[in-house]
């Protein structure tokens, strides 16, 4: 059964860094991309970027792209997403998602980790 | 940035009722579209991928359809599981973007 599992959920201050995790398993975790969404709270879904665990070859939304870091440890089957300063704007839940390649080459998510709550306030 | 607008935002509709949501693309995507449905409180679900395929286990009452710059979603007889919000998402170039969502409630 594919299953991600994200860490649980954070309380931080203005200017702390913050990294979250999305582990991967029952699948083979180093040939799919996994993907990071942000929700803020009441509003829609936003593409942040994604990354092969592979060889962490990496895509950014420009609207996140500075702003946060992907990462991945195959090794332990994990994906993260990272602040080094945050932001009140960054209080938001955060999902993971596995992404599927079609015959064509392009990717869509099929699933989707439980979501971290991330709060930033003073 | 393709933006992708969804209408309409909120719909009210009844048990047993069939109803259609739209996905418009400002510019052509092929079929690189998918279809989310999130519930209060929970992670999005995957649906459909390339415009009108069901991700497994997905119940055939959901159905899409569309290419280019039009897509729809379809849902047909409504169960109160079925109320809540879907979002469209084209996948066609980076950045991958979303609908702004479509509420769908009970009348």
Known sequence: EVQLVQSGAEVKKPGESLKISCKGSGYSFTTYWIGWVRQMPGKGLEWMGIIYPDDSDTRYSPSFQ????????????????????????????????????????????????????????? | DIQMTQSPSSLSASVGDRVTI????SQGISNYLAWFQQKPGKAPKSLIYA???LQSGVPSKFSGSGSGTYFTLTISSLQPEDFATYYCQQYNSYPYTFGQGTKLEIK
């Open chain 1, 66 to 122: 500075g702003q946060v870091t992907i990462s991945a440890d195959k090794s332990i089957t994990t994906a993260y997403l990272q602040w080094s300063s945050l932001k009140a704007s960054d209080t938001a839940m955060y999902y993971c998602a596995r992404l599927r390649r079609a015959v064509t080459g392009t990717l869509f998510f099929d699933y989707w980790g439980q979501g971290t709550l991330v709060t930033v306030s003073s």
């Open chain 2, 22 to 25: 739209t996905c418009r693309a």
């Open chain 2, 51 to 53: 415009a009108s395929s």
